[in-house]
Every structure is written in C-alpha cells, then in structure tokens.
C-alpha cells in the first residue's frame, strides 16, 4: 500500500493476524523492504503481524529532494505507524535500518516493545565522508546506482553466497541498481552526519544487537559499542556473514529473532 507521508508517497506492506504484535522493518542503503523476505515466514508461523517501510527514494517510496537527516527518516516511520493506527511495534533494522532504530528509540521510544539493531553503527564512521562523497560523485555522473551494485554486493555478502544463491543474489543487485539516485544521496548524507554516541545511554527500550562477524561496512566494534552503551544491551554476533547476515545466514539470524522476540512478548 501507499501512504501519504508530507506529501510524499510511502511504500508499506502489512501482512499477518489483525490481533498479532507488530514487528516494524527497516532496510539497508540501496535496498528495500524485500531484503525481509527470509524473515517473513518464522514470523508469521509465530503470530506476529509484520510490517516492511520502504524508504524514502527506495522500493515503492517516492524520493524527497534534498539531504536527509536520521531525525527525518525515523519521523517517516513514526507517521506510517500513525497512518496505520499501530501503537507499539518491535523495531528490527540494519545498516542504516538500524541507524534509524537508535533515531527512533530516542525520539519516539514510547511506542517500542523491543529493538533489534543489526550491522549497523552508532555514529558517522571517523574518516568516511571522502568514500562518501566518491560514491555520491559515481552516482551523480551516472545518475543511476548501476556503478555501485556490484562492489556494494562484494561488501554484504561473502563470495560463497553468489555461487550457492544466484537467483537470490540477482534480485537484491538489481534492487541496488534500480534504487533512486536521490534516495540514495539524501540518505547517504544523513549517514555523514549523525552522532548517536552521547545519548545512547538514555535509552529505556530493550535492545539486542546483532552483526555478521566479516562485515566491513559496519564493523562488529561499532555495533558492539552501542550494546555497551544502551542500558541492559546485548549483542550477538553471526559466524561466516558479511553486511546482510539476515539474508547470507537466515536460519542462525532467525533463530535469534525468534528468540528475542519470544522473550519480549
């Protein structure tokens, strides 16, 4: 479905029981709400109600023009679940899905059950913003995200995944490829100017983070220093799994959102 978010058109799907917990999902830079696909059916089998956000400029959402700020984008969220007359949710997020997780859970923590926050990061990495502003130059020349799809594949996933799923390693290139270029600008620049660090101590929402033990992009020390930081986190860490362990190891992420889940109810 669509929604009407400030005048711009959201992409949300909802699927599972009226009367189940919401889990709400966000996605990665270059991705969509698809990326979920492995997690839908434990979810399902479980009762829970999901609900999968496209971002802006991503999927089935409509760009908004301008630098994005993770203020802004959790703020989408928040304006979709009011749209949709949900409460409370568990939040699960990666990458910059879970940057928006930790923007949320400070802006609007009230409406959360649980969080789970997985390979992502608690501040602008120290030293990034040239790689950023390269991969923003690549995109403006060619105004399109077919120059990034395939370096971004070597960065989620290990060279065994390609070879073992090519179908499904086909679908999440083409998403990257077919992504807005503003979506993907305006996001990169909240991605170079956010700091969560100092506050993340005053987060009052249970939360569990999660990282595939090879990821580059968002190394395990980062998201292991926002466990340490929010009161009561926790962290887990998944074997043989680069940037999207939700996709490359399903059966071991699911088993531990599962689990998370279950112990939240």
């Known amino acids: 479905?669509?929604?009407?978010?400030?005048?711009?058109?959201?992409?949300?799907?909802?699927?599972?029981?009226?009367?189940?917990?919401?889990?709400?999902?966000?996605?990665?830079?270059?991705?969509?709400?698809?990326?979920?696909a492995e997690q839908i059916p434990p979810l399902l089998a479980g009762g829970y109600?999901?609900?999968?956000?496209?971002?802006?400029?991503?999927?089935?959402?409509e760009p908004v023009p301008g630098d994005y700020s993770m203020s802004a984008l959790a703020g989408d969220v928040a304006k979709a679940l009011d749209i949709l007359g949900v409460d409370k949710v568990h939040y699960i997020g990666l990458s910059i899905g879970g940057m928006i997780g930790q923007a949320f859970a400070l802006e609007h923590g009230k409406r959360l059950r649980s969080s789970m926050l997985c390979d992502t990061a608690p501040q602008t990495p120290p030293g990034s913003h040239a790689s950023w502003d390269e991969r923003k130059g690549i995109v403006r020349k060619a105004n399109s995200l077919a120059p990034l799809a395939e370096g971004t594949m070597d960065r989620w996933f290990t060279p065994a995944f390609k070879g073992a799923?090519?179908?499904?390693?086909?679908?999440?290139?083409?998403?990257?490829?077919?992504?807005?270029?503003?979506?993907?600008?305006?996001?990169?620049s909240a991605i170079q100017n956010f700091d969560f660090v100092p506050r993340l101590g005053t987060i009052s929402t249970p939360t569990l983070v999660v990282c595939g033990d090879q990821d580059a992009g968002t190394p395990p020390e980062g998201n292991k220093l926002i466990a340490s930081k929010v009161p009561g986190g926790r962290y887990?860490?998944?074997?043989?799994?680069?940037?999207?362990?939700?996709?490359?190891?399903?059966?071991?992420?699911?088993?531990?959102?599962?689990?998370?889940?279950?112990s939240k109810h």
């Open 1 to 36: 479905m669509l929604l009407n978010i400030d005048n711009h058109r959201v992409y949300a799907d909802m699927i599972g029981p009226a009367d189940g917990q919401v889990v709400c999902f966000t996605h990665s830079l270059n991705s969509d709400g698809g990326m979920w």
């Open 165 to 188: 799923n090519p179908g499904r390693y086909a679908q999440i290139r083409d998403t990257i490829s077919g992504t807005t270029p503003q979506g993907f600008l305006g996001c990169a």
């Open 49 to 61: 109600r999901v609900l999968r956000l496209d971002m802006r400029g991503h999927g089935g959402s």
């Open 236 to 262: 887990e860490e998944i074997k043989d799994a680069r940037h999207l362990p939700n996709v490359e190891r399903a059966e071991a992420f699911n088993k531990i959102m599962m689990g998370w889940l279950g």
